[in-house]
């Protein structure tokens, strides 16, 4: 039996006292890429910020399990350091720190190692590289004034440069162009190689012509309703969810 | 003599003691003649400074004018670039617990000269600054003054700043207050001529139970003059801040324009932040804008920089070291710059 990286069950979640996760099992091996799909409100920016620890939101029951470790209770650094990462649906904007310093301390806090100049320069070019991100992307403040594809992509440059074990692609699709999210395939599909796990969350079928995803679930009113496999996907995209709605009702 | 405005219910002088230690290291690297200097040391600068100068008020200037142990005159002769910044470094030990510096600075019409003044303490004790620092910057002259400060926390420290600017000349104000119990500083510049240019930028760190009463005014006076405020601060603890900043328009001031913007951080529940912008014009043509604001470091913004590994201090950190850093990269010297940095990380970090 593999070794489960992240195991969640019955998972409750409140915001302001009203819960919008209501009970999910969720589980993802070493290697896995998970997709989660669902109708706006769902509840899928939830389970990705809960993941990552967002104060705001309160885990009222449930586990969420990390490398067999319980993670709930931990701040969102501690998680960071433990190998969770998420690429934001609406990254911050953040004057005054540029991409590339604030990479190298985000590498060195998670790495537990100081990031020499000069060597961690060379990394980050060659992953702008990959990312077809042109170099003045690193002097730049982080996010400053970044369309909305590019802080898309600069999501994708620090999970690259981060290399977690889980990484939760919150809607990193949508602002893409199509060239934009076939590299951000190729990315994900290189960190899965490494036998690291993906959660992407989306919208649309595009960038799972890329990915091989190994699971995909449907999200609804805080519940997943149904997992699968890729033809889920095709499901939604012929029926909607509402389409899906009905056939469970009739079940 | 009682200092309302953060709270402070007397304040005594302490008996004058002299500063004997060495302040002034690179004056030999620049190619200012020492007769010129002390030949001003002596010129009364009220013949030219105006009344509404007050700096930090009579009691303050005139202790200074009566006592002063320490300080600077500096004449720069007309169409003179001085290259090198003049860098003038006290540090108050148990032998030298007072500083009471008057600085004269004038410049001739064409020149420039930068000027660093670092104050500091190596001692727990209390130690007392009292300073008054003079310029006139005549036509087409610019002058660079940053003053540092981070006196150890028992210590006062006060400071008047007065300027007279003239035709096109500029002036480029830097305070960085980061120590002293009390801190009260003051900075006026008097835009006498048509376009000078007065810019101020400051920063603050108020920790423990410091206060600061920060006093800018920008007193325009001459035709298409320009003047700039801008200062950022945090405030953690139990520290309080008063801040007034003033847009002065005299008659006569016709399209001349004034900014001033202060922005603070406020970390803690028990700090207290006063802010008062004043807009005072005689002439109609002139054009006066002020924005503050004040704030915890935004959830959602913390949230981001810890999901990539850093803890909650590092990420606040961040944030404020980001905010000063407009106004630290003005100091022109590294080494300055550096320790600067390290006094912000050492007291977010270890708070
Ligand atoms: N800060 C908040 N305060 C109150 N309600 C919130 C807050 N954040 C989210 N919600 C509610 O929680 C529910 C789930 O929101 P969530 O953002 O997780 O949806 P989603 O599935 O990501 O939707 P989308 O596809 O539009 O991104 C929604 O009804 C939303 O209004
Ligand atoms: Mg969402």
């Known amino acids: 039996m593999k070794k489960k990286l992240l195991d969640i069950k019955n998972l409750k979640v409140n915001i302001e006292d009203q ?3 209501k009970g999910i099992d969720l589980e993802i091996n070493p290697g896995e890429i998970h997709v989660i799909m669902g109708p706006n409100g769902g509840g899928k920016s939830t389970l990705a910020y809960t993941l990552m620890g967002h104060p705001r939101y309160e885990v009222t029951e449930g586990q969420i399990l990390f490398d067999g470790e319980e993670i709930k209770d931990l701040s969102p650094d501690k998680r960071a350091k433990k190998g969770v990462f998420l690429s934001f649906q609406y990254p911050e904007e953040i004057p005054g720190v540029t991409v590339e310093e604030f990479l190298r301390t985000s590498k060195t806090a998670v790495s537990g190692e100081q990031q020499k100049l ?8 060659s992953k702008m590289e990959e990312l077809e991100m042109k170099d003045e992307y690193a002097s730049r403040y982080l996010n400053l004034g970044f369309s909305g594809g590019e802080k898309k992509k600069n999501e994708i440059l620090q999970m690259s ?6 990484s939760i692609l919150d809607e990193t699709d949508s602002g893409l162009d199509v060239d934009a999210i076939r590299i951000v395939a190729e990315d994900v599909n290189r960190l899965q190689n490494g036998n690291r796990s993906v959660l992407v969350i989306t ?20 519940k997943i309703v149904k997992s699968g496999g890729l033809e889920l996907a095709e499901e939604i995209d012929k029926y909607g969810y509402e389409g899906i709605k009905a056939k469970f009702s009739r079940n | 003599m009682k200092w309302n405005r953060i709270g402070l219910e007397s304040l005594t002088f302490p008996e004058p003691k002299k500063y004997t230690k060495e302040y002034l290291s690179n004056l030999e690297i620049t190619n200012i003649n020492l ?14 400074m105006p009344k509404e100068a007050k700096g930090l008020g009579k009691d303050f200037t005139s202790y200074v004018e009566e006592y002063y142990n320490s300080g600077i005159s500096l004449h720069v002769p007309r169409n003179m670039k001085v290259e090198k910044p003049i860098i003038l470094d006290f540090l108050m030990d148990d032998e030298n617990p007072m500083v009471i510096d008057r600085n004269i600075l004038v410049l001739e019409p064409n020149s420039e000269i930068t000027v660093v003044i670092n104050y500091k303490t190596k001692t727990q004790g209390h130690c007392f600054h009292n300073g008054l620092t003079k310029v006139y910057a005549k036509e087409n002259s610019l002058v660079n003054i940053i003053k540092i400060q981070n006196l150890n926390d028992k210590s006062h420290n006060f400071d008047s700043n007065l300027a007279i600017i003239e035709g096109e000349g500029n002036i480029n104000w830097v305070s960085i207050e980061l120590g002293g119990n009390i801190t009260g500083s003051n900075f006026t510049t008097i835009l006498n001529g048509d376009a000078s240019q007065g810019n101020l930028s400051s920063i603050y760190l108020g920790d423990g139970d410091r206060k600061l009463d920060l006093g800018y005014s920008m007193i325009h006076k001459g035709r298409k003059s320009n003047s700039n405020i801008e200062t950022k601060g945090v405030l953690m603890d139990d520290s309080k801040k008063v801040f007034r900043g003033n847009l002065i328009f005299k008659k006569g001031a016709r399209t001349s324009k004034g900014v001033e913007g202060e922005y603070v951080i406020l970390l803690d529940p028990a700090v207290k932040s006063d802010s008062i912008p004043g807009l005072f014009c005689e002439e109609d043509d002139v054009s006066g804008e002020h924005a503050a604001s004040a704030g915890q470091i935004d959830k959602d913004k913390l949230f981001y920089l810890m999901s990539r590994g850093l803890s909650e201090r590092e990420a606040k950190k961040l944030i404020i070291q980001a905010a000063f850093r407009p106004v630290v990269d003005k100091i022109p010297s590294e080494e300055l710059r550096n320790s600067i940095n390290t006094e912000i990380e050492r007291r977010i970090i270890n708070e």
């Open chain 2, 35 to 48: 007769d010129e200097i002390n030949e001003l040391s002596t010129t009364k600068l009220e013949d030219f």
């Open chain 1, 203 to 222: 919208h649309y079928n595009k960038l799972l012509d890329y990915l091989k995803p190994d699971f995909v679930h449907i999200l609804l009113d805080g």
């Open chain 1, 19 to 21: 819960e919008i996760l």
């Open chain 1, 161 to 166: 440069i981060l290399e977690p074990k889980l």
């Open chain 1, 118 to 125: 000069i060597p961690f320069k060379k990394l980050l070019k």
